[in-house]
């Protein structure tokens, strides 16, 4: 009989602090045998974590998170402004939320009704939810109404901007989906020529749309960022860093809390 192989046990990352000359710097260290290199990364919660090798000397770490302490209180402070603007986006009558890269306010109403609804007429968003739903609990049933909203927007606008690029490029996608997507606005695996695109890219404008749009469906083609990939995105888009520029410069707006 062959001998069995044991598990090993997953155990949550250590946390520590570190007084530098930047500051005292809180963070978890995750080792890993794969890893060759020490990185240090500042998640969206603020959170510093700490990825080395599984046998890099502490001494050897201490000094590397000393050596970017300036980085990452910056890194930091950066972090922890996003979350206190995100705080402050709650989804209550008149607060503003982007769609097609323009803005427009929200109305909420209680009424007598069961079930929530919403609509839109070009001005604004009117969400209708059940009187006896207040608070917190309100708040979330407004943020998954116009969420709903949002993925079937994103849908109907993607399909049709997908098709157009598809006959004007001469490619055609097998797959085509509509996913949360955390970090990117779009994806393309090449083998299976899918590709999948953030329902949250509707908050941006339809030329900012196109570009994400022509980025994936050009990685059809040339599967990596070479110079040749960029030459496939400017024949067709001789503009697409201005569009680039908008999404960097308005993405804090496009999340939705």
Known sequence: MSPRLKRLKR???????????????????????????IAISIGSTAQVRVAAPRYA???????????KAP?????????????????KRQYIYGNEFLFL?????????GEDIRQSRIAFDGRRWCVRVPHAVEGRKRQDL?????????????????????????RQMGLEPQTIAVKTQKRIWGSCAHKEKAISLNWQLVLSPMAVIDYVVVHEMCHLIVPNHSRRFWQK??????????????????QLDMVLP
Do not use: C, M
């Not at 890269?101 to 109403?109: A, F, I, R, T």
């Open 57 to 67: 000397p502490d001494k050897e770490i201490r000094s590397f998170i000393v050596e």
């Open 142 to 166: 407004v943020k998954n109404k116009l969420v709903q909203w949002y993925r079937i927007q994103a849908k109907e606008i993607f399909g049709g901007r997908i098709f157009h690029y598809a």
């Open 101 to 109: 890269g323009e803005k427009y306010p929200l109305k909420v109403e």
């Open 233 to 250: 995105v400017g024949k067709v888009l001789p503009d697409y860093k201005d569009r680039q520029k908008w999404l960097k410069k308005n």
């Open 71 to 87: 980085w990452i209180q910056k890194k930091l402070i950066e972090a922890r402004h996003v979350q206190e603007i995100l705080r």
């Open 11 to 37: 155990t949550n990352p250590e946390p520590y602090s570190l007084p530098t000359q930047a500051g005292d710097i809180s963070y978890v260290l995750v080792r890993s045998a794969r890893r060759r290199t």
